[in-house]
Every structure is written in structure tokens, then in C-alpha cells.
């Protein structure tokens, strides 16, 4: 029998879990819709922000994860790592916990952030997100990341963990949303973070994962540019459309 493809979701927030956007309704919904479109085996990560009520959500911390170490430029940093089972679904959501990075707030950074601390938080959820894959042992066929606090997900894949075992073959797609916070990403930024802009041009987080991904899908109500694909506006149909863009990706011959 056949293994099931894997997707890793990885995003800023999904629902229940945190306040309703247009991409944590998305993130929530796809995993379920695409696994009754075809046979796929979704996992989704996102941050654990102080806002999530643990007791409600049955959030329990998963200890053979945590202490996974996460390289944050000239030092490391740990993640602890809690998860919850939405009910009658087959879905397990992983939670990226950080006292100094989620606990105080949610998705949005506070105006009091500068750029380079607007960056190390996404930086470290995207690492996090990757190095608890690892661990974990579990290998993506396609990573799914949304939102500005997922666009450094491509980036990553395609430059320090090019060759990283149960990563490097993943394809990545990126859905990009409208809450970019604008956050500068320069070279010497990326330099002091210790990650690499892959000499791409990416000036926001939507720049990285846009210009690194394998592919893009846009949310309904954003229009996509150049002709990029683009979610129907019923959502009944996102699970068949979004399973016939992962198989032509992960059906495609490399050139």
C-alpha cells in the first residue's frame, strides 16, 4: 500500500486556536479538506501565542521535542513544543512555544518592535517550525507555509537547509496575506540572524516567500499577480483545487 503524501502547514495562526483571519480560516480548513480530496497526511505548526487558552484547546507539551535547540545567528535558543488534536479530524496542530517571542502577544507586532526584533520572531518560529520537523523525523513531500509569519519558510528551505535530512526534497508553496508588517530585511539583518537572503530580493517577509517558494496560491479576496493561481472563492472547492496543485507539483519532472 501506498504512502500517503505528507504536507506540513506551517502558519502564523489557524483557528480555533487564535482570532479569525482570512488565512487562520484557510490554514485551519485545508488540512481536513485536503485530506478528503485525496490521499494526503497533513501536520500543521504555528507559534504559541500567549492568547491561546491551553486548558480549552487540550495543548499538551511533547518533552521528546522540547529542548530542540534552534540556531538564532551567533547563539542557539530552544523551543518547547505543545500539541492539540482537532476533534474529529485527523489533525494534529504543533504549537512553537517562546516566553520572550509569543508569550505577550499574538500575531501582529506591537509598534513599540523594531525591525531587526520583528524579524528574530519570525525567524525563530520558522526554525523552530523546521528544526521540530527534523527532530520529529517526519518528511514533508510539500511545505505549506502562509502568511508574512510563514514567508521565511522558502527562503530557508532553499539556502541553509538545502541538504538538511527529511527537508530536502520537500517542494514549498507559499500563500502570501495582507498584515505584512513591513519589517526591512536586509543583508546585514539576515547576516547578524545567521540565515541567508539566497541572493534574492526580499525586502518583506511576503518578498522572501514569494521569490523562494516552488509555487504560490493566493488567498480569495487578494488578487494575485503576474497570472499566479489564486483560491476560488467557494470554499467547498479548495480541498479539490489545492490536491490538484500539490499533485502537478509533486508530479513534476526536474529540468
Known amino acids: 500500500m501506498a504512502q500517503s503524501k505528507r504536507v506540513l502547514f ?5 483557528t480555533p486556536f487564535a482570532e479569525t483571519t482570512s488565512i487562520a480560516s484557510l490554514a485551519r480548513a485545508l488540512p481536513e479538506q485536503l485530506q478528503n480530496a485525496g490521499d ?7 507559534p504559541c501565542y500567549g492568547t491561546i487558552n491551553e486548558r480549552t484547546h487540550n495543548l499538551h507539551e511533547v518533552i521528546r521535542l522540547s529542548g530542540t535547540e534552534v540556531p538564532m545567528g551567533d547563539h542557539t535558543e530552544t523551543v518547547t513544543v505543545k500539541v ?5 479530524v485527523r489533525l494534529q496542530v504543533y504549537f512553537m512555544d517562546h516566553e520572550d517571542y509569543f508569550e505577550d502577544g499574538g500575531l501582529r507586532p506591537d509598534d513599540s518592535q523594531s525591525p531587526e526584533e ?6 525563530f518560529f520558522n526554525r ?13 513531500d510539500l511545505v505549506h507555509a502562509f502568511g508574512w509569519m510563514g514567508g ?7 539556502s541553509d537547509y538545502a541538504d538538511a535530512e527529511h527537508l530536502s526534497p520537500s517542494k514549498v508553496l507559499f500563500t502570501p496575506d495582507n498584515d505584512d508588517p513591513g519589517a526591512a530585511i536586509t543583508d546585514d539583518l539576515a547576516d547578524g540572524l545567521g540565515f541567508s ?17 516552488d509555487g504560490s496560491i493566493y488567498p480569495p479576496g487578494r488578487p494575485p499577480t503576474n497570472g499566479t493561481v489564486q483560491f476560488a472563492a467557494d470554499t467547498a472547492e479548495h480541498g479539490e483545487q489545492l490536491a490538484g496543485l500539490y ?7 526536474p529540468a
Open 10 to 14: 506551517v502558519a502564523g495562526e489557524v
Open 128 to 140: 523552530a517550525a523546521l528544526e521540530t520537523i527534523r527532530k520529529l523525523r517526519w518528511g514533508p
Open 197 to 213: 537572503l539566497n541572493g534574492t530580493d526580499a525586502s518583506t517577509f511576503s518578498d522572501a516567500g514569494l521569490n523562494q517558494a
Open 84 to 88: 492539540a488534536s482537532v476533534p474529529e
Open 152 to 158: 521565511l519558510i522558502p527562503l530557508l528551505l532553499s
Open 247 to 253: 499533485d502537478q507539483m509533486l508530479n513534476e519532472v
Open 118 to 123: 520583528v524579524v528574530r520572531r519570525a525567524l
Open 40 to 46: 494526503y497526511e497533513a501536520r500543521v505548526m504555528m
